[in-house]
């Protein structure tokens, strides 16, 4: 395959800038390269998802089969289009994972590996829409490695990832380049490098700056890249109007007594008892599916087992009448479900002004200083100039520095942040870390944070719950508080 002078406008912004680059037969690529790169927009013209406004595209691959965040999205709102709950009894949990597996092909020997080396036997029978998002990603992964595509492509394979599934990720990957598979590779973080890619292309702002055989230094070549860096501003002004007044600081702001989640006969965790207090920033840990997600959705009302719990959060016992809104006005939230979720028209100013309405998009009028307090967040994110566009038009990583500024944008008294920074290069996902930090050194927000990378985390965190196996058999995970 070979792209000759392509460039690629969508919405009347040019993506992609007269990219040239062969890539022979066999040839097995990584592509480095920093948010709104264009690295996804390379990926679906490989893959043949999309075609060029400008130049060609010479000896196309026909086989290629396309992982990402983006096809995950798709499979996830196929399996929302499908939904029968109306019709049956029960929630419908969607498409099994050992029939979305045979959905590509019989099953056969081939699936019996795959489903070894990811791990996947424990989902089989578990619908697709009850995964976690590493789970989905693997579950991904397999269905590509089933159609014997001629060139794998795989956008940001390792984010949602446990360091446990992202080292068989690794090991998976240096293994497929031996048995000859080709691979593109596309990642805007330097440490999900794979060991054994001999050719480096490095993609900014929709220029190709680099390619050729893997540079020696290429830590050196990538810090470069990141220097391109934005000053930090100062945080815009506290709301005073979504603050608690006088919350004495004995008074938790999460108390949950015995707490459980229970499918079927199967507890996924049990006998939790747990205070969150003003100001003891906790982290969450724990392996792909352990129920992290889950815990959470219990806070912020987003699972419905939350009813079933003698559960309070910001004062109001859950399932005693409360309103939803009384509890979310004082609360930021982001996560890989809700950024699944955020799937209404509008653009990105209306999303992170949704921040202020605690909803998918916004409904009621909205005055000038909250426009004006949003377009602030904008500009600390760096998407300013991006105001009015789409926010389905912009990047997986760009959307979700948007949903990071609507959480961020009360500056809550609690403060959620679920895998808050997947998909956004090194740059924003410390960025984005640095700008939590001084939010809580100066105000009374209190952090419950969920990350699976090793080098993520605030020196503030005092605190954790850590989710392990069950050994007892009580449950699948026991929580150990920290």
């Known amino acids: ?37 264009g690295k ?29 965040l983006e096809s995950q999205q798709a499979l996830y709102e196929r399996e929302l289009y499908r939904d029968d709950t109306d019709f049956m009894e029960q929630l419908d949990d969607g498409t099994p994972v050992s029939a979305l ?32 998002a590493g789970e989905g990603r693997r579950v991904m992964l397999a269905r590509a490695l089933l159609a014997e595509p001629a060139l794998l492509i795989l956008d940001e394979p390792f984010e949602g990832l446990d360091s446990a599934s992202r ?34 292309a490095l993609l900014d702002q929709g220029a190709l700056l680099f390619s050729g055989a893997m540079p020696a230094d290429i830590d050196s070549v990538w810090q470069q890249l990141l220097a391109i860096g934005r000053p930090m501003p100062e945080l815009p002004p506290r709301q005073s109007a979504y603050q608690l007044d006088q919350w004495p600081d004995h008074q938790p702001l999460i108390d ?11 507890y996924q965790f049990r006998s939790l008892n747990w205070q969150l207090r003003p100001g003891c920033h906790t982290q969450v840990r724990g392996p792909n599916g352990c129920g992290k997600s889950t815990l959470l959705g219990l806070i912020t009302g987003d699972h419905p087992q939350c009813y079933r719990n003698q559960l309070q959060v910001l004062g109001y016992q859950r399932g005693q009448g409360e309103s939803i809104w009384q509890i979310k006005k004082h609360l930021g939230y982001v996560s890989g479900n809700l950024h699944r979720d955020y799937r209404v028209s509008g653009n990105v100013l209306t999303a992170v002004l949704s921040g202020l309405t605690d909803s998918i998009g916004v409904y009621q009028s909205v005055g000038g200083t909250e426009t004006a307090l ?29 949903l990071i500024a609507r959480a961020l944008i009360k500056q809550p008294p609690l403060l959620i942040l679920d895998e808050p920074t997947q998909g956004l290069d090194d740059f924003n ?18 952090l419950l944070f969920v990350s699976h990378r090793q080098d993520e985390t605030l020196a503030c965190i005092t605190h954790s719950l850590v989710f392990e196996p069950d050994t007892s058999g009580r449950a699948l995970f026991r929580i150990r508080q920290g």
């Open 374 to 402: 949003a377009k602030s967040w904008l500009a600390l994110i760096g998407l300013a100039d991006k105001a009015q566009r789409p926010f389905k038009a912009l990047s997986m990583g760009e959307q979700r520095l948007v």
């Open 167 to 200: 080292a068989d990720l690794h090991r998976i990957l240096g293994e497929l380049i031996e048995q000859g598979q080709q691979l593109v590779l596309l990642i805007n973080q330097l440490s999900d490098r794979v060991v054994g890619f001999p050719y480096l």
């Open 40 to 68: 996804s927009t390379l990926a679906r013209l490989l893959a043949g998802d999309l075609a060029c406004t400008q130049g060609r595209i010479e000896d196309p691959i026909h086989a290629a089969a396309w992982v990402s």
């Open 1 to 37: 395959m070979q792209l000759v002078d392509v460039s690629v406008t969508i919405h009347n912004q040019t993506v992609l800038k007269r990219i040239h680059w062969h890539l022979p037969a066999g040839q097995s690529w990584l592509v480095l390269g920093t948010n709104a790169s």
């Open 256 to 266: 949950l007594v015995d707490g459980f989640v229970q499918y079927d006969e199967t």
């Open 101 to 132: 597996l045979m959905e590509i092909a019989p099953w056969s020997d081939q699936h019996d590996r795959l489903v070894t080396v990811l791990h996947l036997a424990p989902l089989l029978q578990r619908g697709y829409r009850l995964l976690s």
């Open 429 to 446: 996902r410390f960025y984005v870390l640095d700008v939590v930090a001084r939010i809580l050194a100066q105000g009374p927000t209190t």
